[in-house]
């Protein structure tokens, strides 16, 4: 019996390429998307200042450099490599803009004060105190351990990866933390 896969071939002799049905990553973008752009269109017809509105945009995109994280990681485990160079490259993406976004914003409008008290006030310093450390420790092992993949040295990256991705996925999801705690449950 002839495998299926033999049975049909593109003109070049190779199997023919899957649908977007069968592109795991395709779906998760598209999901990703689905949630993300109707949320950011809710965000825009609001009536909030850019000053406001430019922070909840910034949490859309930590909230998608976390989902490609966890994507990605749980890809790794099931050694769904393609899969996880995507997400990974996703994530990186959100978390490039982010960055270039956050920076821009307290450019223009600087630091932002918690405008609690109490325990409220100490749980937020905390909480943002550790997102800032880890986030500039991931910075520089978040380019190395992609620099480590994209240059085939694998075995480097694995062992980075395993410090990298713990570090990377805290700051995008304390990132969000720090948002609605400063934003909406102050």
Do not use: E
């Not at 896969?5 to 598209?30: E, I, K, M, N, Y």
């Not at 910034?58 to 966890?70: D, P």
């Not at 769904?80 to 976004?101: E, K, P, Q, Y």
């Not at 223009?108 to 943002?128: D, E, M, N, V």
């Amino acid at each position: 019996m002839i495998p299926p896969a033999t049975l049909v071939r593109d003109a070049d002799g190779s199997p023919p390429q899957r649908p977007f049905f069968g592109q795991p990553f395709a779906w998760l973008v598209l999901s990703v998307g689905l949630v993300m752009i109707p949320l950011v269109a809710a965000l825009v017809r609001t009536d909030w200042p850019w000053t406001r509105l430019h922070p909840a945009l910034n949490a859309v995109l930590n909230g998608s450099a976390a989902v490609f994280l966890i994507a990605g990681g749980v890809a790794i485990k099931r050694r769904a490599l393609d899969f996880h160079r995507r997400a990974m490259l996703a994530a990186i993406g959100c978390s490039a803009v982010f960055l270039t976004s956050y920076l821009i914003r307290f450019a223009t409008t600087g630091a932002h004060k918690y405008p609690g008290t109490g325990a409220a006030k100490t749980a937020y310093l905390i909480l943002l105190g550790t997102h800032t450390i880890m986030a500039v420790v991931a910075l520089p092992l978040v380019l190395r351990t992609a620099w480590l993949a994209l240059h085939s040295n694998f075995a480097v990256h694995r062992r980075i990866a395993r410090v990298t991705y713990p570090i990377w996925l805290y700051v995008s999801v304390t990132g969000v933390a720090v948002y609605l705690s400063l934003y909406h449950f102050a």
